[in-house]
């Protein structure tokens, strides 16, 4: 059974540094990572979405990376904001109707 | 577009109430789905249309009910309100073909009393 896990739960950083947000799962067959971002109170916002034969994708500050060798996804943002607060959620598709969603990473970018 | 939309966005219900959430979407998507998000975990699936005239349940679909009206809608039912039901749900929806990108909508957040 597919499992993803985001660690850490939360984490606070100054303004204007890079980050690095985790997702990990347990079965490497699965057709897409897909990142997400959720502010408070509001629905979800796709991020990027990242094929199985994919290794990454950009946009703008935005990166994310795929090894489904090791069962790994990245999200790494640039020249971190306070607009960037909110929770990050990763989500890995297993198979037409099934996705797995992570817990989520709430991230704080103090001013 | 105004994508996927949900009606309501909050209500209160007392334990043994039905109500049905609404959802619909205007991106001309085949599949659609209804989840429920509580505090620490992540989204968890109820049920799934994949087409219009066809529903499969999810991973916790116990006391919940089902409607693919049509392309467009697709309603979940509470036939009789648990406090466990209190949570936020979610309805998206996506394209049944690779690379299955989901849409999301705004939210509905209820609580049982």
């Known amino acids: 059974k597919q499992e993803v896990t985001q660690i850490p739960a939360a984490l606070s950083v100054p303004e204007g540094e890079n980050l690095v947000l985790n997702c990990s799962f347990t079965?490497?067959?699965?057709?897409?990572l897909q990142w997400f971002r959720q502010d408070p109170g509001k629905g979800l916002t796709s991020l990027l979405l990242?094929?199985?034969?994919?290794r990454e994708q950009t946009s703008g500050r935005l990166n994310a990376s795929l090894d489904k060798s090791s069962g790994r996804s990245t999200l790494y943002i640039a020249a971190s904001q306070p607009g960037d607060s909110a929770t990050y959620l990763c989500?890995?598709?297993?198979?037409?109707?099934?996705?797995?969603f992570g817990a989520g990473t709430r991230l704080f970018v103090k001013a | 577009n105004a994508g996927v939309t949900q009606t309501p966005k909050f209500q209160v219900l007392k334990t043994g109430q039905s109500m049905t959430l609404q959802c619909a979407q205007d991106?001309?998507?085949?599949?659609m789905y209804w989840y429920r998000q509580d505090p620490g975990m992540g989204l968890r699936l109820i049920y799934y249309?994949?087409?219009?005239?066809?529903?499969d349940k999810g991973e916790v679909p116990n006391g919940y009910n089902v409607s693919r009206l049509n392309k467009r809608e697709f309603s979940l039912r509470l036939e009789s309100a648990a406090p466990s039901q209190t949570s936020v749900y979610f309805c998206?929806?996506?394209?049944?073909?690779?690379?299955?990108?989901?849409?999301f909508g705004p939210g509905t957040r209820l609580t049982v009393t």
């Open positions: 998206a929806s996506t394209e049944p073909r690779f690379p299955y990108e989901q849409y």
């Open positions: 079965d490497s067959a699965i057709y897409n």
């Open positions: 990242i094929q199985s034969s994919q």
């Open positions: 989500a890995a598709n297993t198979g037409g109707f099934k996705t797995i």
């Open positions: 991106m001309n998507h085949n599949s």
């Open positions: 249309s994949a087409s219009e005239g066809t529903t």
